[in-house]
């Protein structure tokens, strides 16, 4: 299908590189299995020759996973690509993934090659993984800052060797959404056998324009997606599946869908933050815990009126069970009300007004108001004029 985004997630991998949070071979499967239920395309298991426990986790999950693409990673070296078809043995459906940087950056300093060499040892890598597996990704490692003739040069070669997808990283973060979308526009007008090959783009967070990049790279032609759960990664982090998922789901007139099940994303962005010891920021998008509270009471009479106001997405839809109207000094009527109305209470115009103003001086004190405090506050007030109490069990 023309239009369907392939999610190929690097949890297991690029996300599994941030300090302290490394998972043993068990951890990784229980999270590959989440993966697989939330209907990703490809899981990137691991980088096999870095160490024996990555070696073995890619084997455990080539067994234990049965649908989506099972992927490894490599250099752009015989001795990676021959550990990680070893690892792969037992995927029912695999794929290599091999590069070598294409920024002039990379190659002068990190390779201190020449663009000749480089672009010949590319060449070789795919087509020596080819001899062994059918599908081949090949990374052009910091294509967002490399020189674009020679990236388009890079590129049509290694499709040339059997690459079937063709990875162009913004591996700094660097790129503008503009910029990087024009990169991918560029690679679609001047690779010659572009339409032989899949482009995936892979965008880092350093300048909090991973999703927007991710974005305007698949709104210039690429077709999949490279990221991770919670935006977990390197440095700043990589783009965020839960993100670009539900960009894409709640821009309809994009046309450009995935095989995502988003009610599974919440549950599966808590298993990450669990099994990784990693707390997700609450005010982060989708999965936060704020991403469906309300305190403002602009906000909350709004929301109470009609949910579109201030929501674009329904909670239900990621698997999170209803929105939050948190009652703090900045609410207003409409949501005490609310509240009140929710844990059985009535009360009229006026009582309202007044127990408004008892509200307010304790939502200064408390920060912010839980039911017990309601149920206090009211009962205190409940024989003035203008209460009915029609008293819950609390």
Avoid: W
């Avoid at 906000?299 to 069970?321: A, C, M, W």
């Avoid at 200064?364 to 029609?390: P, R």
Wanted: a neutral charge; aromatic letters at 6%; proline letters at 3%.
């Amino acid at each position: 299908m023309q239009n369907k985004i392939h999610i190929f997630d690097t949890t297991l991998r690029d996300g599994e590189q941030v300090p302290g949070c490394q998972l043993n071979t068990a951890e990784k499967i229980e999270v590959a299995k989440s993966l697989e239920e939330l209907g990703v395309d490809i899981i990137e298991a691991g980088f096999p020759i870095s160490s024996p426990g990555d070696f073995n986790s890619v084997i455990e999950i080539s067994k234990a996973v049965v649908h989506p693409v099972i992927c490894a990673l490599t250099r752009a070296k015989k001795e990676d690509i021959d550990c990680a078809v070893e690892a792969l043995k037992f995927a029912k459906r695999k794929r290599i993934h091999t590069g070598i940087g294409s920024s002039d950056i990379h190659i002068q300093h990190k390779f201190r090659s020449s663009r000749e060499e480089v672009l010949k040892q590319a060449i070789e890598a795919v087509r020596y993984a080819k001899k062994s597996v059918e599908d081949i990704e090949f990374y052009a490692e910091d294509a967002g800052r490399a020189h674009l003739p020679f990236l388009a040069q890079m590129i049509e070669g290694v499709i040339s060797a059997g690459a079937t997808v063709v990875n162009i990283p913004d591996t700094t973060g660097y790129c503008l959404p503009t910029d990087y979308g024009t990169k991918i526009k560029y690679l679609i007008d001047h690779v010659k056998n572009i339409d032989k090959a899949i482009i995936s783009v892979h965008c880092h967070n350093d300048l909090g324009l991973a999703t927007a990049n991710s974005i305007l790279g698949v709104v210039n032609g690429a077709r999949q997606i490279e990221c991770t759960i919670n935006g977990i990664g390197e440095r700043a982090g990589n783009t965020s599946l839960e993100e670009v998922v539900m960009v894409l789901h709640s821009h309809k007139d994009l046309n450009l869908i995935t095989g995502i099940n988003t009610k599974r994303i919440y549950s599966t962005s808590k298993l990450v933050s669990r099994l990784m010891r990693m707390s997700v920021q609450p005010n982060k998008a989708i999965v936060g815990k704020n991403a469906f509270a309300h305190s403002s009471g602009i906000h909350q009479d709004g929301f109470l009126k009609h949910r579109d106001t201030y929501e674009v997405i329904n909670p239900v839809d990621v698997g999170v069970d209803k929105s939050l109207i948190v009652l703090t000094a900045r609410s207003g009527r409409a949501a005490l009300r609310h509240r009140l109305e929710a844990l059985g209470y009535t009360i009229t115009k006026d009582g309202i007004t007044e127990l408004y103003k008892h509200f307010i001086l304790l939502a200064d004190t408390e920060k912010q108001i839980e039911d017990h405090h309601l149920q206090v506050l009211f009962e205190d007030f409940q024989q003035q004029d203008g209460v009915k109490n029609s008293k819950p069990s609390l």
